[in-house]
């Protein structure tokens, strides 16, 4: 009897521990939802939405820091870059290395033209949050 019970406890954590294995969300998928997220904020004209995305750590060779880009992101709204925008991931590869992300090429493209956007993540307490970016072809 105790035989029984045993195999059944067994057999039931073996059953737990798989589910629990396939419900660990994968860097991989942590980082497709933020790229997801950005592009729907984007799309969105969401600048709020854009700056949730962005780590405190941000950095950027030109905007600064994460009120840098905010700025920067507001500023492209008001003049109408961000109208009638079209963000192209179909290509977009995503390397990841230990805590950190890269996401490349990420095609926009609207009012102002077009350009190709790499996002780098860093993985925090929070999750995955971009710190930082470049833009090639403005």
Do not use: R
């Not at 994968?26 to 709020?48: G, N, S």
């Not at 709204?77 to 079209?86: A, I, N, R």
């Not at 890269?102 to 860093?122: K, N, Q, W």
């Amino acid at each position: 009897m105790k035989k029984t019970h045993m195999m059944k406890l067994v057999v039931v954590l073996g059953v737990v521990a798989l589910m629990a294995g396939c419900a660990t969300v994968k860097p991989e998928e942590q980082v497709a939802k933020q790229v997801d997220a950005f592009k729907a904020a984007m799309l969105a004209k969401d600048i709020d939405g854009l700056t949730t995305l962005f780590s405190d750590a941000f950095e950027h060779y030109e905007w600064g820091d994460k009120a840098g880009a905010k700025d920067f992101m507001s500023q492209a709204k008001e003049m109408g870059y961000m109208d009638g925008l079209t963000i192209d991931t179909a290509k977009a590869e995503k390397k990841i290395e230990g805590n950190k992300a890269s996401v490349y090429p990420i095609e926009v493209s609207g009012s102002f033209g077009s350009a190709t956007v790499e996002l780098i993540f860093t993985k925090e307490k929070e999750g995955w949050k971009i710190t930082g970016l470049d833009i090639q072809g403005l």
